[in-house]
Structures are given as structure tokens and as C-alpha cells.
């Protein structure tokens, strides 16, 4: 079993911000984070993807067609994007972190088991002091 | 001489948009960098100043009060804030990075001489592939 | 199960010393690590938590919180001191960052449970090239 | 169980090939990457061993110790050569770097078990965009 | 006046190699740099350009346009290639990164004066620790 | 002319301390960092050298030579060592990162001479946030 992953990069503008919160309560749980004028990241990316290497290429996964599914799937609705307003997945979820690694996962999980490997973790590094890992539903406990 | 450099970050919101023209010549002249619904990066500022070490300290300036004119002045007006329309220094200005490295000059040259330095170079990188270095208008062919 | 990582750093003096050996023995098992002069690293610590999603807010846990204790309780007993002689939580201990990763360990544990999230792991960069990770006893043979 | 990183460096030049087939197939299938002229890369190593502190110098594993294997055995070999031609542990392999991750595992098992640890991974960063990591066959599914 | 720095990355393989010397002496001077069989880097390009901010845009430079002429007139005939034979504008001449800096100045210096810029610095990143920086011929003695 | 940059490292302690201070002195002009327990940093060093090509080889000059002078002279003297006690060319001065690149020129520009090239600058980096650069007294106002 070899893991394999794809770093792509994306910048685009969110909010912390509750709906049924006041602004009042969302200022106080999420400070400066639920400014109404939005502020913004450059995002890390890294899907990592897991798999046996093809016994006649040794490769786990064509790299090319790894990188281009990330980009049209996940990457180009992303960048230069308002994350609260105008990403599809993210529709209804409050614009964190968390939320966007699973949902990322979410995208992904069937377009890679295409490409004949299985997801292995969803990785954003929203700042260099602040990162999320998303592993999945199924390995609970393993990691 | 000595050249002594204080890196400060700040996220933040932005979108490319000049108020006289059209959305759509807008969009025609910086493409998905004037998204309506905004967009944003993780900014590293870099600020350089330039003096003789203090005969009896040995130091140039005193880092830690650099560091707080930088963070008052610079980084808390603009880190998780909308540079088009919450930063007084950039107000009636493209939001270009070429335009916040002049503002962020304009802000700090009298700052730094205060502190007995010379301001010498403000460097932003807006992503690990674009960055603007501004070294003031007085030393135009020097550098 | 989503995992959420923030780094701090801090700069410390330590030697490699065991009290009962002699400066020979040091010097030969340790090399110059055991200078008796100190030297010293930018330490980047990763602490690592994992947790569900809170329900209503969807973040695992409030960062500003998370990173509040990592400084009260470890960085500011570190940062700019020497590993040997000042920090309580190092005392009777070999100054190694294997010893620094556990001890950080012992001190975050309960404090995170307080932030309802458990502690994953310690990573620690001594170096680019050096890295210590630990986590905890309990998860032996899972990783 | 403490975990300890050896990151080690080394430039090479390689192509993606597959003897069997025809210059044209070995283009379809790995595009600009099977260059007959070579292309080539800086790759990161990084060596993760894992193992208990040794009770009197709490230490995992000598790093001196660990680095001089890594570099004697993996390093040298392939620092400045060429992973087709001349690598003694890549013959008859495609010199993907898949291959290239499980035969510095082979390489390295029965060593660092002479030095008191375990090989726990072996992570090969081709570009910042490309990683590859292998953690041996026998831990299949617990990672 | 304003400095505007475009990265862009490529993966090339090089030996160093006088033709008018005999292998020996090849290796000599050059060291394992000449290896007969080639070695590789993944070369970081940094082209620095320097003009006025565009009265309208407050733009140096549009970017997109300076990145699409790096990359054609640049990036493509050096990523994946052999620098030795088969890039055009390093024919003749050693393969070294001097060599390589100079002549990505000669490319490039028009074509950024038609963008409304002047090339003001090639920087090649070969490593981490090898840094090679071209001003052209005409700013000597000013930097 | 060519500018040529070697990237060096090395890890040492220090404390900010004038002589003639009393302690409480010393803690309010150089807070934290004068702890006279010491503390420490992983330094980086970067050395630019300039000159021509050499007509034959074109090189600037030979980088295992100057790799070689710049381990000798600077990185075996500092590494692992304590910057206020035991560094000959630091002894009676107060150990700044200005006082180091000062010291440091002074130690290589007679050593790059003979190698065919001219100083350039010496750069430190402290942490990733502190960064001093000499230019040398000779080239005063040209930078």
C-alpha cells in the first residue's frame, strides 16, 4: 500500500458566520473571523490517495489525471471565490475549515475510486500555524 | 550599513476593481482577480529598515518596538479586513499589491525614522508566486 | 474524526547531559550536542487534537482557545529560556527532544479535554532535518 | 512509541520507462516524463524510525548513527546519478518514484533494526507538488 | 519606481561538461557535477521586472501576460529537457547556472519591454543552498 | 557580473548582555533575550559572493571551495556553540545578529578573494521572522 499526494493551491475570501446567530454572537464565538467584509487565505491543498502500484506502470495513480480532476472538481470552484457565497459544496455550511475538508472529501471520494485508488485524507493548511486533516467516516480510530 | 528585515503577516480580502469603469472592462483587464463577491490571500509583509549599529548596543533598532509600529500601524488595519473597503490607507486606491506596498511605505517612513532608522524596502508576497518590493521614490536608478 | 493542528515556536538553550556520566562519556555517546556551553534551536512545535465537529459552530475546537494554553502552559515557560536549568516541567529529565515531546504531552493532555478535544500528537522540528513525533502511550501500534 | 524523522536530500536524473514498450507507448502513458534525454529533480528523503527511549539516554535511536546509514547506504548511491543507469537497488525498475520509496525501504529494514528502531516510513518529496510515502508491507490497513 | 517578481518551477537534467577537456579532467573540476550519465533539479525561477504603476491600473505589469511569456519563451523548453542538448538558447555553452542566468535574461530582456517593463534580475534557486542572481550587463557596479 | 549565494547552517546559543549594564539594565534594553540562562537559534546563513564568469568554466566560482571556506572559518567555529563564550571572532562584542554578519565579513573577505571573487553580503536569518544583510562599509548608499 502506497500513499500518494497531490498539493494544489487556491485563494479565496470567507467568513466565520452563523445565520441564526446576531452579529453580536457570531463576533463574540468567532472574533475577528466573522467580519461582514470578509477576509481571505491562500490555501494548501493535499489529497492524498492510497493504492497498489499498477504491475506493469509501478504507478499508484496517473498523476496528470489525479491533478486534473482535483482542479476541475475542486480547485476552479474555489479560487478567486467567495467561499460563503458562490462554492456549490459549501452551500449551507458555515465557511470553516473543517467543513471545507469534508466537504472536499465528499467531491472527491468517487472521482479518484475512478482513477483506481481510494481517498486517503483531505489536508488544508489555512495559514502556516493553522491546519485541518480529514480522513473520512470509515477509518475511525485507525489513524 | 546594515539592512535589518521584520517579517509581519495579515490575511485579508480584496478584489481588483476599478470604480470607473464597467464590470465588465473590469473583468476584461484583471480577470477572476475583480470577482464582485471577493477573494483573498495570506499576506507576508517584509519590512526593511537601514542604520549603524548604536555604538553602545550594537543594534540597529530595537526589533521589539519595530515590530509593535509595524503590528499597530500595518498589520491590525488590515489583517481579517476588506482592503477595498475598511482600510483607510487604501481608500480611493486599486486594491493592487503594487498600490499596497506604496501605502504601506507612505504609512511607515516617519514611523521608522522615530526609531532612529532609515526605511529602506517594503516587500509583499501575495503568493509564493507574485511579490512586489517598493524601495520609496528617492532612490529611483539606485537599486 | 477531523484533526486540527496549530503550530507555535519558540527559541531555547539545551545540552545533552547525563548527570551521571562523566563530561568523556557525554561528550563520546552525545557528540557536540553536549557542549557544555549550551547551544540552542528555533523550536516549531505541530499540536495535533482530533474531535468532532460541534454541531452548531462545526469547528472541532475554538483555535484562539486551543492556542491560548499551548502558550500559557509551553511556549512561554520555553521560549528564550535554557531547557536544562529553567523549565519545570523538564526537571530530572535528559534535555532531548524525544523527552521534550512527551513531557509537552503530559502537560496538554487534560488541558485540551477542557477544550472537548483529545490530544493526538506532539510533533516537534528541532531542526529542517530533525523531528521528534509522539503519540501518547495509549494509541501503541495504530498508527 | 516515539517516532524520529531523518530528512536527507539528494539531486538525481531519471525518466519514466517501461522497457517493453515502444517509445510512443511510454510517451502516451507517461507523457513529458519519459524524456529520453532524462529530466531530473531534487528529492527530499525523509526516514522515520519508530521505537521506545532508550531508558539512560532517552534517546530513540543515535541520530549520528541513523544519518550515517542513510546517507551511506541511500544517499551516496543515488546523489548526482542517475536512478536508470546507475543505482544498484533500482535495476530492472521502472524509476518511478514509487519504486524508488519501496526499494530504499528494502534497503534500509535490516539497518536501522541494527541501530534499536524500526523503519516506520519512508516519505520521497519529488517536487512540493508530488509525495510519495511507503510504510512498509506489513502494515497494511492500520495507517 | 516599482519591483515585481514572478516564480515559475521546472524540472530539468544537466552535467557539467567542458567539451574541450577529456573525462578526467571534466571530473576534476567539476566533480560528481559531471557525471557522464547526468544528474537533475527542480530549478525555482525567479524573473524580477521593474517599472512604473500603469496610471489607470496602478498595475507594474499585467501578470498574466508576463507569466504566459515566461512560460513559453522559458519554462517549456527547459522543463522535463536535457540542458545540455536539447534546450536552444544554452547550445554551445556549459551547462552551469551562471550560464543558465544569463541566457534566460538574453530571452527574456525583450520580451518584457514590449510588456511596458524592464528586466531588472534572473534569480535561479538550484537547491536550497545554491543561488544564482543576474542584473545584465548594464547595471555593473550600481547594485 | 554574477552574483552567487551559499546557504550554510548552524545552531548556537547566545543571551543580549553589555558588559557594563547592570542586570536589570540588560532586561530592560534587551527584554527576554538577555536571560542569563542563554537561549538559542537555528541560524541561517547566507553568503553572496560576486564576479565574472570564468572564461573557461564558466563559473563565478568554485562552490565546493567556497563551501569549504565558509564551514571552515564560520560554521565550524559557531555551530553547537555558545556565541557569547567560546567564538573567537565575537569575543568583546556584544552578541547581536548585526554584530555577527559584521564579524563574519570580516572573516571571509579576505577568504572569497582568493577564490577570484568579491564579497558581496552576508545575510542571517535568526528566526524566519528576523533578518539582518551587510553590504560591507565599501558599498555605502549604492544598495
Redesign the interface.
Known amino acids: 500500500?502506497?500513499?500518494?499526494?497531490?498539493?494544489?493551491?487556491f485563494?479565496?475570501?470567507?467568513r466565520m458566520y452563523?445565520p441564526e446567530w446576531t452579529d453580536d454572537k457570531n463576533l463574540e464565538?468567532?472574533?475577528?473571523?466573522s467580519?461582514p467584509?470578509?477576509?481571505?487565505?491562500?490555501y494548501n491543498l493535499?489529497v492524498t490517495v492510497k493504492g497498489e502500484?499498477h504491475p506493469?506502470?509501478?504507478?499508484?495513480v496517473?498523476?496528470?489525471e489525479l491533478s486534473r480532476v482535483i482542479r476541475e472538481k475542486v480547485v476552479e470552484p474555489l479560487?478567486?471565490?467567495?467561499m460563503n457565497?458562490?462554492v456549490d459544496f459549501m452551500e449551507g455550511?458555515?465557511a470553516?475549515t473543517?467543513?471545507l475538508?469534508?466537504a472536499i472529501w465528499e467531491v472527491l471520494e468517487k472521482e479518484v475510486q475512478v482513477l483506481g485508488v481510494k481517498l486517503h485524507c483531505i489536508r488544508i493548511e489555512e495559514?502556516?500555524?493553522?491546519?485541518?486533516?480529514?480522513?473520512g467516516?470509515i477509518n475511525?480510530?485507525?489513524?
Open positions: 500500500m502506497l500513499y500518494l499526494t497531490r498539493r494544489e493551491r485563494n479565496a475570501a470567507h452563523h464565538v468567532f472574533g475577528k473571523c467580519n467584509n470578509w477576509h481571505g487565505h491562500n493535499f502500484p506493469e506502470t509501478s504507478l499508484v496517473n498523476l496528470k479560487d478567486h471565490r467567495n457565497l458562490e455550511k458555515i470553516s473543517e467543513n475538508a469534508m495559514t502556516e500555524n493553522n491546519i485541518v486533516e480529514y480522513y467516516e475511525h480510530g485507525n489513524y
